[in-house]
């Protein structure tokens, strides 16, 4: 009962932590005349993958790969399936040609380029290595360059977030606080989840897949559900696919690097869910009305995710 409810307050200390370290850092930023679209795009999108990455250190050093994997790709999938789904039946996703054209087949390539590294031999150890890590980190830094062309080349882009007006002191505190509650939250959340998976006698990748990888993604729901309600469909889309790219480019790149991840074959099939789902995705830009995510297709993609999670849990 204490490891389930440790767990379960992880979740809310870990996304308040992330949000105060967002709130704090923005602020700052704003002082030294950042634009809200560049904090936007770097602070605001590092802080809503800031749960998957705390928990990915700590299950990485911890030697728990089932919970790392699972994390990231159950987070990609329930971004796309989920929070797209449920934003899209709020009010239609109406998507900028670049996220069309450019974030949404590099998100995929992220993917692909995953499923590659982990599926190649290398001698006795099958997994993500150093030197994956590493490749991965270069592509997240070819992501970030690209990232700042469009906001010098592109005058129409959205304000990404509204920044709230702190003193410094204050900042400091809300960056101080936040970091606290990252690593807290983070690691009863890795640690419960291995507990859980234990008492239950379930695979940590299942753990990881599900409770872990929709705890992660609630700040994503949260931004892309009210973006949705606001009828800013752009940033709804923007933020997803966004995180999804920093999913696999930095928090995967990073937990390598730390400690190569063994991969597990079993995993294969989360990750030809992981490209099912950015296809489809992308698919659907072109099916109906060009470049929009209706409510009908909104509902369809929920219905997938709630059958793929059925799946995972008889298959288990």
């Not at 990232?147 to 809300?174: A, G």
């Not at 299942?206 to 949260?222: D, F, M, N, Q, R």
């Not at 369809?300 to 999670?309: D, E, G, R």
């Amino acid at each position: 009962m204490l490891t389930s409810i440790l767990f379960f307050t992880g979740f809310f200390i870990l996304i308040k932590g992330a949000d105060l370290l967002v709130d704090g850092s923005a602020s700052i930023a704003k002082k030294f005349k950042i634009s809200n679209i560049v904090i936007g795009l770097t602070i605001v999108a590092f802080g809503t993958s800031a749960p998957e990455f705390i928990i990915n250190i700590f299950a990485s050093a911890q030697g728990n790969a089932g919970i790392a994997i699972g994390n990231i790709l159950g987070s990609n999938i329930a971004n796309i399936l989920l929070i797209l789904g449920i934003a899209s039946i709020i009010y239609p996703i109406v998507a900028k040609k670049n996220t069309v054209l450019k974030e949404i087949p590099f998100s995929l390539l992220a993917i692909i380029l995953v499923g590659i590294m982990v599926n190649k031999s290398n001698g006795s150890f099958s997994g993500l290595t150093r030197i994956d890590g590493l490749i991965l980190l270069c592509f997240f830094i070819a992501f970030l360059y690209y990232v700042f062309t469009i906001t010098k080349s592109t005058k129409d882009l959205p304000e990404k977030c509204h920044v709230k007006h702190l003193s410094y002191f204050k900042s400091i505190i809300f960056i101080i606080l936040g970091l606290i509650g990252l690593v807290i939250g983070g690691k009863w959340i890795v640690d419960g989840a291995v507990k859980i998976a234990q008492s239950f006698n379930v695979s940590q990748s299942l753990i990881g897949l599900t409770v872990v990888a929709i705890g992660t993604s609630l700040p994503e729901l949260a931004t892309s559900a009210i973006a949705a309600y606001k009828k800013q469909t752009d940033i709804a889309i923007g933020n997803v696919v966004g995180s999804n790219i920093f999913n696999i480019f930095w928090v995967l790149a990073i937990s390598a690097i730390i400690r190569p991840l063994p991969f597990d074959p079993k995993f294969n099939i989360d990750i030809l869910m992981t490209i099912f789902a950015s296809v489809l995705l992308f698919l659907f830009m072109f099916v109906g009305k060009k470049h929009i995510i209706q409510r009908w297709q909104g509902v369809l993609m929920v219905l997938i995710y709630c059958s793929y999670i059925t799946f995972l849990v008889v298959k288990q």
